[in-house]
């Protein structure tokens, strides 16, 4: 399974789209390397990426909606720290087991929650920045 960012995924923020298609480029990459039979190899890069970029995207996200005074903010920050938490968590399951079809599946469920995110609450707060501006 491919993640790009569909119709229905963009935000119409040009900065939180664009970090958007980076974290799903690592996931695909990550993914094409392991069906090729070459996962080991990326997987570090891959979880350190993923865990570093999240933060500085969350920290992008939080900056645009702290500027804009986004009502939603703390709910969206609370979300955002669970899921580094959680992202966290899934990296270094993926580190110490390497490439198992569990590790992957485990990361594809923590991606299907981001992709969840993307669709609801960052549409919102793009929408509410979007709107701020006019």
Do not use: W
Request: net charge neutral.
């Amino acid at each position: 399974m491919r993640y790009e960012v569909t119709q229905d995924l963009i935000t119409g923020n040009a900065l939180i789209d664009s970090e958007h298609r980076q974290l799903f480029d690592a996931v695909n990459n990550l993914m094409d390397a392991c069906s090729q039979g070459q996962g080991r190899t990326q997987i570090q890069s891959t979880a350190t990426f993923l865990s570093n970029y999240v933060v500085k995207h969350f920290q992008d996200e939080e900056r645009l909606q702290t500027q804009s005074k986004y009502p939603g903010y703390t709910a969206h920050k609370t979300f955002h720290d669970g899921y580094r938490n959680q992202l966290a968590l899934t990296a270094q399951a993926l580190l110490r087991e390497g490439p198992t079809v569990k590790a992957l599946g485990d990361l594809n469920q923590v991606i299907g929650v981001l992709v969840s995110h993307i669709r609801v609450e960052d549409k919102r707060v793009a929408r509410y920045i979007r709107e701020q501006g006019k």
